[in-house]
């Protein structure tokens, strides 16, 4: 099945600073979406982006389709960004559901 | 306000007992998922519906069981079968696209 990948695992920032974190899949996929999971264990969505590049307010995120890999940006951290943050790809033309990475846990310290 | 409630938050099952979450959602979405989340891991697929009394296996189904009699209910069953079910439990459903996942708040499960 498909196979997806997110970098770094771990990041640990300051507050004020940015962040790239990485989602790279092993296949063509029909969409991608990138989710916040904060403390208390509830998914929000952040942007739902299967090509192309979107914006909202600090995050933004961009989707190379063609090279199987999409970015998530974090620009001017703040503590409650703190979290894991994960991508989920469509694969349903593999014959599954939504295959999500392993996610990337942030703590932005104040 | 529409969206999807899990109840209920914390739950705690003696051995051999069976407990039912429960997933309930307003936003009209036809497709209804539930996924487990061990502590420090990813979301893993337990069990999806599509559509109203259908439902298929998704990549860890052993130990649960599911119905979809409602297309606003997606009530999943932990089993006495289940032998290690401490975990985190999210329900989510998508619409007509089925590209976009909204998630309810979680159940948490422990046993005693």
């Known amino acids: 099945g498909i196979q997806v990948e997110q970098s770094p695992p771990d990041l640990i920032l300051q507050e004020g600073a940015n962040s790239t974190l990485r989602c790279n899949f092993s296949?063509?996929?029909?969409?991608l979406q990138w989710f916040h999971q904060n403390p208390w264990g509830q998914l929000i969505n952040l942007f739902y982006?299967?090509?192309g590049t979107k914006q909202n307010g600090r995050l933004s995120a961009t989707t190379v389709a063609t090279e199987r890999y999409s970015l998530l940006y974090i620009s001017s951290s703040q503590t409650t960004d703190s979290g894991v943050y994960f991508c989920?790809?469509?694969?349903?033309?593999?014959?599954?559901?939504?295959?999500f990475g392993p996610g990337t846990r942030l703590s932005v310290l104040p | 306000d529409g969206g999807i409630t899990q109840s209920p938050k914390y739950l705690f099952r003696k051995e051999g007992q069976n407990v039912t979450l429960s997933c309930e959602q307003n936003?009209?979405?036809?497709?209804m998922y539930w996924y487990r989340q061990d502590p420090g891991q990813g979301l893993r697929l337990i069990y999806y519906s599509q559509i109203v009394n259908d439902f298929q296996k998704g990549d860890i189904a052993e130990g649960y069981s599911v119905s979809r009699e409602k297309k606003e209910s997606f009530p999943l069953t932990v089993t006495s079968a289940q032998k290690n079910p401490t975990a985190f439990y999210l329900c989510?459903?998508?619409?007509?696209?089925?590209?976009?996942?909204?998630f309810g708040a979680g159940t948490r499960l422990s046993v005693l």
């Open positions: 982006i299967p090509s």
């Open positions: 989510a459903s998508t619409g007509e696209a089925k590209n976009i996942q909204y």
């Open positions: 296949d063509s996929v029909n969409n």
């Open positions: 936003l009209n979405h036809d497709a």
């Open positions: 989920a790809v469509d694969a349903s033309l593999y014959g599954q559901n939504f295959v």
